[in-house]
């Protein structure tokens, strides 16, 4: 067992070192000498995001880009756990990320909240300990397969919470059947009429969506457009679908609980993303608030291996692989702030769907 723990550790450092190198641009001193050194270093971006713009637009979004360019170097000069990234949103303003990534988790309406009682909504059982590490991204965890599909781009849709919950539900196929099936964030986004598509929508509707129509289909069968279609697809397509039997919600501002629900398989949270949209990769320790409009998929929990060590989740995102590390973020845990929501609120919300 103490052999097997630690190969699983091991894994996981080279995984996350890996991840660094292949998210970021780096940025010197020189890079920010000069105009042409700062264009050099946009058009560096540029290639590396797949980014085209024309010239008129290159030029106003140079202005923002050497802005976060400026901010992105000075912060990292410091000493801070974790590190910001000239990712994606490099010319980007902050209200523009807003308006396109970061505000798409919605809160639940009063009916909804009235009829959880007669689904499967509750406490998960009680378990006397859990693993000191997990990771469901890693094949061998607990004798399984991988349960977490690749990294999936909301682009400007602000589908965050279709993308949260097909991951839960493609976790828990993955553990209940042995195979890895990526879902359709699309057809969410077309069909659940719960929600409001591109407009945000929340994970918890989308369970229940795909308890009481048809189940989810294949990304492969109904693949993501990043815009509402205007009409659902679903009643054409004759493939078969995977279904769940219910969903579960984990006691708020109760840490154990939660590492409890994510020893047993992913589970969609929703998080505060202001202060952590620019992260680049270590472990993201706030400062952050608590105004919960992202929703995002937590897929494991470990502690850092180093002289001061720091518990930390393991969440993955949908903003695409070369946002924070390969698409991941890694955020503290045991941090409360006294108010025991734990950082930016991650304690708040979180559920996941039932498979038998």
Not at 109 to 129: F, I
Not at 308 to 326: A, R, T
């Amino acid at each position: 067992m103490a052999r097997a723990i630690a190969t699983i550790l091991l894994m996981a450092i080279v995984l996350v070192a890996a991840m660094q190198l292949a998210s970021s641009v780096d940025i010197t001193h020189t890079d920010l000498e000069s105009e042409k050194s700062l264009w050099a270093l946009y058009d560096r971006w540029c290639e590396h995001h797949n980014v085209g713009r024309d010239l008129g637009e290159k030029a106003r979004r140079f202005s923002v880009f050497k802005e976060n360019a400026r901010m992105v170097h000075k912060f990292n000069q410091g000493d801070a756990r974790y590190k910001l990234s000239l990712n994606l949103f490099g010319d980007m303003t902050d209200e523009e990320v807003d308006g396109g990534y970061g505000r798409c988790s919605n809160p639940l309406p009063n009916s909804a909240k009235q009829r959880q009682g007669r689904v499967t909504h509750g406490v998960l059982a009680t378990r006397d300990n859990y693993p000191m590490y997990v990771d469901w991204r890693m094949t061998g965890y607990d004798q399984r397969p991988s349960a977490v599909t690749n990294v999936k781009n909301q682009r400007g849709c602000g589908a965050c919470w279709a993308f949260a919950a097909t991951a839960a539900v493609e976790g828990i196929n993955s553990i209940r059947t042995r195979k890895l099936v990526s879902f359709s964030a699309q057809q969410l986004v077309d069909c659940d009429k719960g929600s409001a598509g591109c407009g945000g929508g929340n994970a918890i509707l989308a369970f229940k969506y795909m308890m009481g129509h048809v189940g989810i289909s294949t990304e492969a069968d109904y693949p993501y457009y990043a815009d509402e279609q205007g009409y659902c697809l679903v009643p054409k397509r004759k493939n078969p679908v995977v279904t769940i039997d219910g969903f579960k919600e984990v006691p708020p501002k109760d840490e154990v609980a939660l590492l409890q629900a994510v020893a047993a398989q992913p589970v969609v949270v929703v998080v505060d993303t202001k202060t952590f949209r620019r992260y680049g990769g270590g472990v993201f320790v706030g400062p952050c608030g608590t105004n919960r409009t992202h929703s995002m998929t937590m897929v494991g929990y470990g502690t850092t291996d180093e002289t001061d060590p720091i518990d930390y989740w393991i969440i993955k995102n949908s903003w695409g692989p070369k946002w924070g590390e390969d698409g991941y973020i890694r955020l503290a845990r045991g941090v409360s702030g006294g108010t025991n929501e734990g950082l930016c609120g991650i304690l708040m919300e979180a559920s996941y769907p039932v498979k038998n």
